[in-house]
Structures are given as C-alpha cells and as structure tokens.
C-alpha cells in the first residue's frame, strides 16, 4: 500500500513566508512538516512508500528527499554526527514524486498519482495538522478493515469563519473501534 501526499499548493495561508519556501518545507523543530507527514505516513507497516504530488516549482521537496553523502560526511568530518544523521533518515525515506502541472484542486493531485498505485487502496494525507501521536493512519486502517475495506476520512472541526481556509465535509460521526 502506498500514501499519497497532496503538496502542489501555493501555500497562500502563510504568506508571506511561503513566497520562497514551500509551506511544506517551514519547519517544525528540528525538521519540515512534509517529513512529519512522510514518517506518519510510513507509520503502519502495511504503507511501504510515500508518493508526493507536487509542483515542478517546488524542487527543494524533490532535494530534500534525495541522499546526499557529501553533506553527510562533511558533517560527519566537523563532529556533527546528530546533524549528518538527520539529512541520512530524510534521504533514505521510501518517497516517490508525481507532479501536478497546473492547481486543479486536491481531487486533481491525488488524480495525478493514480499510476503509482494502480488501482490499489492508498491513504491520502494532508500537512494541515501533524498528529504528535502518528497512530492515525494505522486506525484508520482498523476502521476501513472492520468495514470490508470501505474508504475513511478523518476530520478536524474548524471555527465557521476558517471554512474557507479548508475541505468540508457534512455526516454523523462514528467513533473508531
């Protein structure tokens, strides 16, 4: 099973920040928010690879995930053992690219990855919450499994004046076994 990861966007909620660095690369700590969303992703052994859909304007999202052992050993050179070892876990994380050439929408982006899994069943995720307990995908899984494998989305309520700003969906809420 693979997830896909819808990072084409424009990033317009955190202008002006996101003029020159993609939204996706702001960091949290010690890392961007889309390795968050990869490793979270990664998470249920069922998920062997992470595909990210994104913009050919965003190469730093394609830079970020590949190896890169000249930086490694240099680091590894200055004593910066901690620091080589981060950029190592990021360039060995199993991600893929598909590109989403023009911004048609979160059903477009996900469209644009339908050749990296084949008619299989896929997690979708967003960046727009990182969920510190990275169990979601994996309960979700258990939701799905428990009713023959039918599609589940997680939500997060959102003050009326933020809709905007969001998807929205309508429907009772059923709490996860």
Same mark, same amino acid.
Request: proline fraction near 9%; charged fraction near 20%; aromatic fraction near 6%.
């Given at each position: 099973?693979?997830?896909?990861?819808?990072?084409?966007?424009?990033?317009?909620?955190?202008?002006?920040?996101?003029?020159?660095?993609?939204? =996706?690369?702001?960091?949290?700590?010690?890392?961007?928010?889309?390795?968050?969303?990869? &490793? /979270?992703?990664? =998470?249920? /052994?069922?998920?062997?690879?992470?595909?990210?859909?994104?913009?050919?304007?965003?190469? &730093?999202?394609?830079?970020?995930?590949?190896?890169?052992?000249?930086? =490694?050993?240099?680091?590894?050179? #200055? @004593?910066?053992a901690g620091?080589?070892? @981060?950029?190592?876990?990021?360039?060995?994380?199993?991600?893929?690219? #598909?590109?989403?050439?023009?911004?048609?929408?979160?059903?477009?982006?996900? #469209?644009?990855?339908?050749?990296?899994?084949?008619g299989e069943?896929?997690?979708?995720?967003?960046?727009?919450?990182?969920?510190?307990?990275?169990?979601?995908?994996?309960?979700?899984? =258990?939701?799905?499994?428990?009713?023959?494998?039918?599609?589940?989305?997680?939500?997060?309520?959102?003050?009326? &004046? &933020?809709?905007?700003?969001?998807?929205?969906?309508?429907? /009772?809420?059923?709490?996860?076994?």
């Open positions: 099973m693979k997830a896909i990861i819808p990072a084409a966007g424009l990033g317009t909620r955190f202008l002006p920040a996101t003029k020159c660095t993609p939204k =996706e690369m702001l960091p949290v700590l010690d890392k961007p928010v889309i390795q968050y969303v990869v &490793e /979270e992703a990664l =998470e249920p /052994e069922e998920v062997t690879d992470a595909i990210i859909v994104t913009s050919p304007n965003k190469p &730093e999202l394609l830079s970020y995930f590949q190896p890169d052992t000249a930086l =490694e050993q240099l680091l590894r050179a #200055r @004593g910066k620091c080589a070892d @981060g950029v190592a876990r990021a360039g060995s994380l199993p991600v893929d690219f #598909r590109f989403q050439y023009r911004p048609n929408g979160l059903g477009h982006a996900i #469209r644009s990855a339908a050749d990296a899994v084949a069943p896929f997690l979708v995720l967003l960046g727009d919450y990182v969920v510190p307990a990275r169990d979601i995908c994996g309960r979700m899984l =258990e939701v799905s499994a428990a009713h023959g494998g039918a599609s589940v989305v997680a939500v997060a309520p959102c003050a009326p &004046e &933020e809709v905007s700003r969001y998807g929205v969906i309508a429907g /009772e809420c059923l709490d996860a076994p």
